[in-house]
């Protein structure tokens, strides 16, 4: 049966979501995205694993121009004090299908939303409430729209506002580290939680800010504050 389906947040991931929906369903599916535009600026560079290649494959990202991509054959790891640590040959983990391959992050914006770009996709919509409707969920935005659809797919970063609307959840602790990872903060509801900002710990930024933060200490403090379990960081699962 077809279905309506909402993704929230134009991002890698909601893009890629949507790519893939329109390839091998013919469910109605529409891209929210809280922004004005996308940030299509040459920006940072990402780094994607053989298996993401794989998925983005499947939506023709091997047809991509090769003077956009790199594929590299190690990765070197250095200390803080800027000593070689180790490297890693990457041919290991490249098959001729998929390779490791690095590229701005602008490029794989650009390529994801070419075929969605008109049809598929709303800026400017920032949730405000989100109600169920006779086995339906009604979301409702802060410039007076709304779309009542069967399905929410929560897209919009790791600090998610829209799950935000599903889950309840309160006293979480984020750390953002770097000035990309800052520009996350002013989508988030912090009256609820601890943000804990810093400069990057990579060597170029560590003594900006990052050294002597303690960020861990400050987490556990918080956690024992509001009742929940502290971390032991030196033996840290995000699994468990």
Known sequence: MKKKIAIIGA?????????????????????????????????????????????????????INDEKIFHPKTIDFYSIQNEKICDLNLSKFNSVEAKYTTL?????????????????????????????????????????????????????????????????????????WGNQAKKYIESIDIKDHLILTSSHPSPLSVYLGFNGCNHFQLCNEYMLKNHKKTIDWQTYDPNE
Not at 152 to 159: E, K, Q, S, T, W
């Open 104 to 176: 701005q992050r602008s490029n794989l914006i650009e390529f994801l939303k070419e075929d969605i770009y008109t049809q598929h996709l709303r800026f400017g919509k920032k949730i405000k409430e989100v109600s169920e409707l006779k086995d339906k969920v009604l979301i409702k935005f802060d410039d007076n729209t709304n779309d009542l659809v069967d399905f929410v797919i929560a897209a919009d970063g790791i600090f998610s506002n829209t799950r935000s609307f599903f889950e309840k959840k309160k006293n979480l602790v984020g750390m953002f």
């Open 11 to 63: 991002g890698i991931a909601g893009l890629t979501l949507a790519n893939l929906i329109k390839k091998y369903t013919d469910h109605e599916f529409m891209v929210y995205e809280r922004e004005e535009s996308l940030s299509l600026e040459e920006g940072y560079g990402i780094q994607l694993a053989t298996n993401s290649i794989k998925i983005l494959n499947q939506i023709h990202f091997n047809k």
